[in-house]
Nanobody, 123 residues
Framework: QAHLVESGGGLVQPGDSLKLSCVAS????????MGWFRQAPGKEREFVATISWGGGRITYADSVKGRFTISRDPAKNTVYLQMDSLNTEDTAVYYC????????????????WGQGTQVLVSS
């Protein structure tokens, strides 16, 4: 069973926007913090953003601060990543993650991981 399923990736041009979605199973969502990570070709996976269960605590990587927005809809068991002003350095596979501790999720020690969705920013 896939506990986290991402969608919304695709090919866009520099400066464009894209919104990723991650639908979670009840087990991977209820009471859990959620986050987004990305892995570019030839690079290690890196933290992008996290959001607490209640949505009151949010953190971003410096590289995306001011351009990306993480949010969640509890009624839909879904977390979103709105990405604006995309540039070529944002090209990566984006992964959704969840776990009981937001700090642990941010550190990459999530309990659940999705399969990823590809984002390609190219002119």
């Amino acid at each position: 069973q896939a506990h986290l399923v991402e969608s919304g990736g695709g090919l866009v041009q520099p400066g464009d926007s894209l919104k990723l979605s991650c639908v979670a199973s009840a087990r991977a969502n209820n009471g859990y913090a959620m986050g987004w990570f990305r892995q570019a070709p030839g690079k290690e996976r890196e933290f992008v953003a996290t959001i607490s269960w209640g949505g009151g605590r949010i953190t971003y990587a410096d590289s995306v601060k001011g351009r990306f927005t993480i949010s969640r809809d509890p009624a839909k068991n879904t977390v979103y990543l709105q990405m604006d002003s995309l540039n070529t350095e944002d090209t990566a596979v984006y992964y959704c993650a969840s776990g009981p501790s937001r700090s642990e999720v941010q550190a990459g020690r999530a309990v659940f991981w999705g399969q990823g969705t590809q984002v390609l920013v190219s002119s």
